[in-house]
């Protein structure tokens, strides 16, 4: 039962039931008949407790929950199979890998990091599940077979355009090692040894032969690898510089009942994240506990939190990384599923 204060009546019968009145109405709210009701999102009849009416006549006293301003994310994506994998390019975009192990299928989308708006999804190759991503690299996406099936020797090179999801070309000779925004260093095993050739990165059209020591060849992936600048959680260890500022905040407004695994934090614009799991009650079966992964932001400043989201509702063991940072963004993945973005400088509401 939820107790609230409506003193509350209309000008008009109510359009459902005819009633001026929650009174009227025999303590119930019609669908998104009263207003209060809309505010509240109360979009189901439910019993209210009506206290006698006071002198004032329209008042509706909010209990603090609704009062209290919270994050929204900025936008969602929901894959069909599982978020596999996903990786931001240098210029703002996100591509990601759906796949549907049961199946053995695997498809592509990129995103606007900025807003959500998806430039292409579902996209499918020749090659319907041993195939994954090399690089992004300026506009354009590289990626690759394998040898054969379950082997983790890469073969092949396809390249996509990144704005489009069109493969602009495809060689099924060479292995990738590292790209540039003007050409693609690729391998062949002979049998001597490594061969490596330098192909046009527009075309796919062999340049020639080169000979690039092991270092260089590292020092250029690593520039050529796309962005890495992004802020992943920590573990909260008592060892932590953070541990003795942070630790009190979270222990008071997170429910860490029944705590399995570190907490991982992060802190960025007055915010701190907190991810971490919890044992679910009665789920001990077998010997094996389930466990729950919640993700909380709690404003430094206010000392309250502004957003909360079940990340796993039920997993056998901690996983860690539940989020990342880039910029002002957060973002995070629902039951694997659904990809969140809230932006952390954004007013709460």
């Known amino acids: 039962m939820y107790h609230i204060t409506l003193n509350f009546s209309r000008a008009s019968p109510c359009e459902c039931c005819g009633a001026r009145s929650p009174l009227e109405a025999g303590g119930q709210i019609c669908h998104g008949v ?37 994050l929204v994310p900025m936008w969602t994506y929901d894959t069909k199979g599982i978020l596999w994998r996903l990786m931001i390019s240098e210029m703002g975009f996100i591509l990601g890998e759906d796949r549907n192990p049961e199946h053995k299928e695997a498809a592509f989308f990129c995103l606007n990091a900025d807003n959500g708006d998806v430039l292409w999804e579902e996209r499918r190759f020749e090659e319907s599940w041993w195939i994954g ?64 050739f330098e192909l046009d990165a527009a075309t796919g059209v062999r340049l020639g032969e080169t000979n690039e020591t092991s270092e260089s060849i590292l020092l250029h992936r690593m520039e050529n690898c796309g962005q890495t600048d992004f802020l992943f959680p920590e573990p909260l260890l008592e060892t932590h510089e953070r541990y003795n500022a942070v630790h009190p905040t979270i222990r008071q407004h997170c429910p860490l009942e029944n705590l399995r695994g570190n907490i991982e934090f992060a802190c960025a614009f007055g915010k701190i994240i907190a991810s971490f799991h919890t044992v679910i009650p009665g789920s001990v079966t077998a010997g094996r506990e389930e466990l729950k992964n919640q993700l909380s932001i709690i404003d430094e400043f206010k000392q309250s939190v502004v957003f909360s989201e079940v990340l796993n509702a039920s997993t056998p063991a901690a996983v860690p990384d539940s989020f990342f940072i880039d910029g002002s963004m957060l973002f995070c993945v629902k039951e694997r599923r659904t990809l969140i973005a809230i932006n952390l400088q954004s007013e709460p509401r």
Do not use: C
């Open 34 to 70: 009263w207003n209060v009701a809309a505010a509240l999102n109360l979009h189901l009849v439910r019993k209210w407790s009506i206290l006698p009416p006071q002198k004032k006549r329209g008042s509706v006293k909010i209990p603090e929950f609704f009062k209290r301003k919270l």
């Open 133 to 196: 991503v090399e690089a992004v690299v300026r506009d354009r996406v590289y990626m690759h077979g394998f040898k054969k099936p379950d082997s983790p020797q890469h073969y092949k090179i396809f390249a996509v355009d990144l704005g489009t999801g069109k493969e602009l070309w495809r060689n099924e000779e060479y292995s990738f090692l590292y790209a540039t925004p003007d050409k693609v260093v690729v391998f062949k095993e002979m049998f001597e040894r490594r061969h490596l």
